[in-house]
């Protein structure tokens, strides 16, 4: 007897345009009718937002093609952070698997099928902590269509209970249990600075989620499965709600075929770490002095949202 499929968590706020496309490319996904989709829709910030709000919780109300569909309506705003957190420990701990988007992600009619698949194969294999939808667009020459990697990703991602349990967003701990050596391997053996968003959420000059994620896979010793080419593209760079226009640095091309093949060896990926350090080292490090005014777009395109 096959797994039913993981339900879908997607988390909303005011941009109806984007959580339209956002849904109209799941559902072209083929195992979208067999799956529960559960939508988050925060509640308003002010009165300016309020009007957004309502016409995308009118849209969700009109949604059809999934199993199921659950339209949780937040009387206040949460705020992108609290809303996952909460979203997603709720869900996983019912259903033990959870696959994870936010209103401006654009999947591939194969995203559903590869995160299943993944999440079949690697259920039993403790290090195996976070399935990743999102690819930079890095030279893929030479990658394995998936391949294992130690940081997360925040774009459409997918995980177990198992895992998740050991989420926490806890500074104080992680100024305690990350060594200078720990807070080097962090940041890609000094590569990028994940860590400054540490520091930057303890100063509370932002707030956010997926580093502590990044974090608590990383204690672990955990890691991240990746496809090479993309599953995923976000669609929310063009000066929509919270999230200014940075560039399109981080698109790549998205899936056009399913992922039929899934490491077994279960180590970094050398080639993809050297990649991924690369890509940092060429881009990411030119991007924080020209848009130092919008750090918290770009902290969460570099994986904190």
């Known amino acids: ?58 849209y969700l109300k009109s949604i059809d093609g999934f199993k199921s569909i659950r339209i949780v309506e937040q009387s206040s705003n949460r705020g992108l952070a609290t809303s996952i957190i909460e979203g997603v420990t709720d869900v996983v701990n019912k259903y033990g698997k959870v696959i994870v988007l936010e209103d401006d992600i654009v999947t591939s009619p194969f995203f559903l099928k590869y995160m299943n698949d993944a999440l ?14 999102y690819m930079f667009p890095v030279n893929s020459a030479g990658l394995k269509q998936t391949f294992f990697f130690r940081s997360t990703s925040c774009w459409g991602w ?42 930057d959420n303890k100063k509370k000059k932002i707030n956010t989620w997926a580093i502590f994620w990044y974090a608590s896979v990383f204690k672990q010793q955990g890691l991240s499965l990746h496809p090479s080419v993309s599953m995923v593209k976000n669609i929310g760079h063009d000066r929509s709600g919270a999230h200014c226009r ?38 990411i490090r030119n ?17 904190v949202s």
């Not at 079949?120 to 939808?133: A, L, P, T, W």
């Not at 995980?159 to 080097?184: G, P, V």
């Not at 091309?253 to 992922?259: F, N, S, T």
């Not at 991007?287 to 994986?303: C, D, E, G, N, Y």
Request: proline residues 4%.
């Open 246 to 283: 940075i560039s399109d640095m981080f698109d790549g091309p998205l899936a056009d075929a399913p992922v039929i093949y899934f490491e077994s060896n279960i180590t970094e990926s050398r080639l993809a770490l050297k990649r991924m350090q690369q890509f940092y080292k060429k881009t």
């Open 287 to 303: 991007l924080f002095p020209r848009f130092f005014a919008t750090v918290k777009s770009i902290t969460r395109l570099t994986q």
């Open 120 to 133: 079949k194969y690697y259920y039993n294999e403790e290090q195996v902590m976070h399935i990743s939808g």
């Open 1 to 58: 007897m096959k797994p039913e499929p993981a339900p879908i968590v997607l988390f909303t706020y005011n941009r109806i345009w984007h959580t339209q496309q956002t849904v109209k490319a799941l559902q072209k996904n083929e195992l979208a009718e067999q799956s529960k989709l559960i939508i988050y829709s925060d509640g308003s910030k002010d009165a300016a937002d309020w009007k957004g709000v309502q016409k995308v919780r009118n």
């Open 158 to 199: 997918a995980t177990w209970k198992r895992a998740w349990d050991y989420f926490e967003k806890n500074t104080d701990k992680l100024y305690c249990q990350f060594s200078k050596n720990d807070i080097h391997v962090f940041n890609l053996d000094g590569y990028h600075n994940f860590w400054r968003q540490v520091v």
